[in-house]
């Protein structure tokens, strides 16, 4: 009886809670950012070259306030990404002032940016990385309605084309709201096309029904559209094979001997997410490595098949692969003799777009993973399981780092045996780290959502 009582009490409360909130009006702007609330990725590119993604994330927070968050992620260059993120925080309450906003830059591990939030007296900017400098104040006003003025105007007034506006923006570096003026370049029964023609920085955005960004192209340069997940990720872009970029504290002579590696892993407080055979001790974490590390994918059928991407039946595969075992007998040798001949047949060249197996033959230019998937295709049509395998090697380029690379695993008298034909290994040496099975801890590397980096403990050599 007792506990009927207070499940009684208790229902009666909630629903009192309820019937309270639903009295309470929603405002105009509110409503509009409910409407956007969720989650989207946009894939960025030049031309035909994808460079990264954005994606963008709007959602209420515990206490109800609205939240705005983007990041980008973009490389122009293989070697030199750069991440962008804001975030825009506004009361649950009408009229929704601006509680705290924020906008950061990471390049080459260097961070700067500038976080503002609201007081009594206005707003203070503290500028990034913080130097001592006394934070800055600001006496202004700005809300939800502000921050969403476009997309109300466009949802209350259904502008004809050639009809423009002009709404506030929050400018993170001159730390105030200015104008910004965006004009209707067409109306289309699912959304709108704007234009805003800001001089270096003109932005065209396509608006779908919910008044959301299907599409934008800037500077007449840079396209952004929405696309999947997955496809914003891009695997083997210049994306990717920017993001597997981790730097170490020394160089690694000779690292192609390297038989034993001990390396510290900072900047991530559980690492076994993304490395399962990390241990912790005395309060680090640590990744021991050996030659020829070997991934846990288990053997099967489907790496002796021919796939869309390894042509393995192809006539002039099979005759590339007779080619290349020549003389070799034994399982072991057979596999030598294709991991050497790739690696003479091809010419390496870094960060060149990914091109199709049979286009390879006649072209013979590819990076590591043209590389790799060649081999895949010429041991399996030679009768030998192989299977591409994509990770960390050690770079020593002008930063020491571990950077993006792919080799492979040939099945081997029952056995998985790891072999480099960019490298033109035989012996694959301890500085090999396949990326985590588990996919979720491969897209925190792939796109550089994890800041790590690496200090060499201790280092052993092969003894020949």
Known sequence: MVLRLIVTAVLCAILAVLAWQLRVPVS?????????????WYALTLEDRHLGYLRTRNYRDRQGNWVFESEQRFAMN???????????????????????????????????????????????????????????????????????????????EQPLRGSARSVMTLDFDR?????????????????YVIENGAPFSATRIDLDERLLPESMRIAGLFSLARVSRHEALAPRSTLQAAS?????????????RINRLRLAIEGHENP?????DAERSEGSWALDLGPGTITRTPAGGEYSSETVHIPSTHPDIRSLA??????????????????????????????????SILTLLDDRVGDCTEFA????????????????????????????????????????????????????????????????NDETAAMMLLTGAVNLRFRVLEVGFFPD
Do not use: C
């Open 244 to 256: 597997y970029h981790i730097p170490t504290d020394r160089r690694l002579p000779d690292h192609t």
């Open 373 to 436: 998937d060649l081999l895949t295709t010429l041991a399996r049509s030679a009768g030998l399981p192989a299977r591409t395998v994509f990770g960390l090697a050690y770079s020593d380029g002008q930063e020491p780092a571990f950077a993006y690379h792919a080799w492979n695993e040939i099945l081997v008298d029952g056995d998985w045996l790891p072999f480099d034909p960019t490298w033109g290994q035989d012996r694959v040496d301890a500085t090999h780290i396949p990326l985590p």
């Open 272 to 276: 076994r997410v993304l490395f399962p």
């Open 175 to 191: 730390l105030e709201p200015v104008r910004r003026t965006f004009e209707v370049v067409e109306r289309r029964p699912e959304g």
């Open 78 to 156: 293989p070697y030199d990404p750069v991440t962008t993120s804001s975030r825009r925080t506004f009361a649950a309450g009408p009229p929704h002032a601006l509680l705290t906003a924020e906008h950061l830059q990471s390049r080459r591990g260097q961070e700067n940016g500038v976080r503002m939030e609201r007081t009594p007296a206005g707003y203070t900017a503290l500028r990034l990385p913080e130097d001592g400098t006394v934070a800055s104040r600001h006496v202004w006003d700005y809300h939800l309605a502000d921050y969403l003025g476009f997309e109300l105007w466009l949802a209350r």
């Open 28 to 40: 105009e702007a509110a409503a509009q950012a409910r409407s956007m609330v969720g989650e989207r």
């Open 322 to 355: 007779h080619r290349a075992v020549g003389g070799a007998t034994d399982t072991a040798a057979r596999a030598r003799a294709l991991n050497r001949f790739v690696h003479q047949y091809l010419t390496y060249r870094p960060g060149k777009p990914p091109e």
